[in-house]
T-cell receptor, first 108, second 112 residues
């Protein structure tokens, strides 16, 4: 099945800084999503982005399907951005596979 | 539009017992998936239901079973609980014809 890797595993930022999170996947995908998991465990949809670029406020994401990676950009980070960011991918009907996550801590 | 809801929020069971977790998907969503998330790890796919039929299964033993009802709500049943079943159980639903998954708040299960 498809393999999903994320980097870095941990990231500590000062409030206001920018960051880039990376997701690599081992095969072609028909579904790729980025999630933010808050401290209470709720997975919040950030982007559905099997290809192309999307932006939502301070967040944007780019997926280069031919090179099998996706990037999540966080600009002007805030303390409320802290949590774990997951990338998950589905390879045409196989399991929806999550990466191990990037734990982000934004310090005031 | 109501979101995905799950019940109960927390549950404590002892080894060997059976548990049923419930999920109500969003209106218009006919696909429901269940995931297990152990502490410090990413969620792992258990199985998916589409129109009341199992439509895919991850690497979980048969003591993990499920149901989807005509109103597209769903249950996850786990028999003969083991200590390693302690985890956050997440339910996700997808709109008809779309791939995007929307997650509920989860049920935290502790097996003693």
């Amino acid at each position: 099945g498809i393999q999903v890797e994320q980097s870095p595993p941990d990231l500590i930022l000062q409030e206001g800084a920018n960051s880039t999170l990376r997701c690599n996947f081992s095969d072609s995908v028909n579904n790729l999503q980025w999630f933010h998991q808050n401290p209470w465990g709720q997975l919040i949809n950030l982007f559905y982005i099997p290809s192309g670029t999307k932006q939502n406020g301070r967040l944007s994401a780019t997926t280069v399907a031919t090179e099998r990676y996706s990037l999540l950009y966080i600009s002007s980070s805030q303390t409320t951005d802290s949590g774990v960011y997951f990338c998950a991918a589905d390879n045409y009907g196989q399991n929806f596979v999550f990466g191990p996550g990037t734990r982000l801590s934004v310090l005031p | 539009e109501t979101g995905v809801t799950q019940s109960p929020t927390h549950l404590i069971k002892t080894r060997g017992q059976q548990v049923t977790l419930r999920c109500s998907s969003q209106s218009g969503h006919n696909t429901v998936s269940w995931y297990q998330q152990a502490l410090g790890q990413g969620p792992q796919f258990i199985f998916q239901y589409y129109r009341e039929e199992e439509n895919g299964r991850g690497n979980f033993p048969p003591r993990f079973s499920g149901l989807q009802f005509p109103n597209y709500s769903s249950e996850l049943n786990v028999n003969a609980l083991e200590l390693d079943d302690s985890a956050l159980y997440l339910c996700a639903s997808s709109p008809t014809g779309q791939e995007t998954q929307y997650f509920g708040p989860g049920t935290r299960l502790l097996v003693l």
